[in-house]
C-alpha cells in the first residue's frame, strides 16, 4: 500500500529546520527506522541550504517536500522552483581532501552516500530531485 505526506515551505532560512524536522517526523511515521529518519532529514536540510545559497529563487517561492512509503522504500521528492540544475550531474570524489575542498559540495556527498537511489527531472518551472531509502516495516 502507498503512502504519501505533502509540506510546502517558504524559501526562507528560518524554514529549514522545520521542513528537516517535518522530513524526520513523517519519515518515521511511515516506517523508517534506526537512523534513517535522520538521513532523510539531513539530506531534506542539504538541498534547502542549497536552494538559498544557490538557486536564484523569487522572492515568496516556496519548495515541495512530498514523502512516499511504496513497499520497504520511502521517497523523498525535494521541488523547487527556479533555473533547471541537476546536482547529480556534478562529480563529487568518493573520499575528499577536506583540506583542498573548495567551497560547497559536501552536501551533495551527503546525499550521495546516504540515498540508496536518487532522480532527478525537470517539471514545468521546477526542479525535482528524488531519494530514497529503505528498510520501512510495516506501519
Known amino acids: 500500500m502507498t503512502q504519501s ?3 510546502s515551505f517558504a524559501v526562507e532560512p528560518q524554514q529549514v529546520q522545520p521542513a528537516a524536522q517535518w522530513v524526520e517526523n513523517v ?3 511511515l516506517g523508517l527506522s534506526g537512523s534513517d529518519p535522520m538521513r532523510l532529514s539531513v539530506i531534506a536540510e542539504e538541498l534547502f541550504a542549497n536552494s538559498l545559497h544557490h538557486a536564484e529563487i523569487e522572492p515568496g517561492a516556496e519548495i515541495s517536500l512530498n514523502l512516499t512509503r511504496d513497499g520497504e522504500h520511502v521517497r523523498l521528492d525535494y521541488v523547487e522552483p527556479g533555473q533547471a540544475f541537476n546536482p547529480l550531474e556534478i562529480t563529487v570524489p568518493e573520499t575528499p581532501n577536506l583540506e583542498s575542498w ?3 559540495g559536501l552536501g551533495l556527498r551527503l ?3 546516504f540515498a540508496e537511489r536518487t532522480g532527478y527531472e525537470r517539471v514545468g518551472n521546477a526542479n525535482r530531485l528524488s531519494v ?3 528498510g520501512a516495516g510495516e506501519a
Open 27 to 29: 519519515a518515521r511515521d
Open 102 to 104: 573548495p567551497i560547497g
Open 5 to 7: 505526506q505533502t509540506a
Open 111 to 113: 546525499i550521495h552516500r
Open 132 to 134: 530514497w531509502l529503505g
